[in-house]
T-cell receptor, first 115, second 112 residues
Framework: DAGITQSPRHKVTETGTPVTLRCHQTENHRYMYWYRQDPGHGLRLIHYSYGVKDTDKGEVSDGYSVSRSKTEDFLLTLESATSSQTSVYFC??????????????FGEGSWLTVV | AQSVTQLDSQVPVFEEAPVELRCNYSSSVSVYLFWYVQYPNQGLQLLLKYLSGSTLVKGINGFEAEFNKSQTSFHLRKPSVHISDTAEYFCAVQTNAGKSTFGDGTTLTVKP
């Protein structure tokens, strides 16, 4: 257990509305990630952060933005939700200083449905 | 860029039989290799990882994997599976900053 909490765990929202998912960690890890999981696609990286106010895009970043104003919180925002963003979203952290070569620990997921 | 191919999307097997889940990867740089397991409605958990050294890696729950650099493979094996091993398994490669690329997953179903 790497002390990762995601909220909300389940959400249904309407197309065109903004949505923010929150990831909170209690162990002061530097590297944090947002992935989405869809059937047949495994997990795909949306955005990641390597420190406060330091973020970068992953492979499926279009339509998403992130913010990290505190070490413990990493927010994922869908500015205007679309049905294609219906998915399960996982927050993750890399346990270690350098990021690479370290085990990735995942939160329990946030199920988002856009209707 | 790197990619991961899990060669089997579904693997059915009888209890106490051996199993191998296959993973091939490609990368232009050195990578670290991981296997994760996901039980229904949960996040992923680490099974094992290869960073360097011995190419045979042992993980939790009796799983092991062998890194083969020449074949760019990292296949997962277990000599005797249990019903409780039924889950989805993901192979992943990791490069700088801990960014991981995952395969599409293999669903292992263990039948009595």
């Amino acid at each position: 257990d790497a002390g990762i909490t995601q909220s909300p765990r389940h959400k249904v929202t309407e197309t065109g509305t903004p949505v923010t998912l929150r990831c909170h960690q209690t162990e002061n890890h530097r590297y944090m990630y947002w992935y989405r999981q869809d059937p047949g696609h495994g997990l795909r990286l949306i955005h990641y952060s390597y420190g406060v106010k330091d973020t970068d895009k992953g492979e499926v970043s279009d339509g998403y933005s992130v913010s990290r104003s505190k070490t413990e919180d990493f927010l994922l925002t869908l500015e205007s939700a679309t049905s294609s963003q219906t998915s399960v979203y996982f927050c993750a952290i890399a346990a270690g200083i350098q990021g690479s070569g370290n085990t990735i620990y995942f939160g329990e997921g946030s199920w988002l449905t856009v209707v | 860029a790197q990619s991961v191919t899990q060669l089997d999307s579904q693997v059915p097997v009888f209890e106490e039989a051996p199993v191998e889940l296959r993973c091939n990867y490609s990368s232009s740089v050195s990578v670290y290799l991981f296997w994760y397991v996901q039980y229904p409605n949960q996040g992923l958990q680490l099974l094992l990882k290869y960073l360097s050294g011995s190419t045979l890696v042992k993980g939790i729950n009796g799983f092991e994997a062998e890194f083969n650099k020449s074949q760019t493979s990292f296949h997962l094996r277990k000599p005797s599976v249990h019903i409780s091993d039924t889950a989805e398994y993901f192979c992943a490669v990791q490069t700088n900053a801990g960014k991981s690329t995952f395969g599409d997953g293999t669903t292992l179903t263990v039948k009595p």
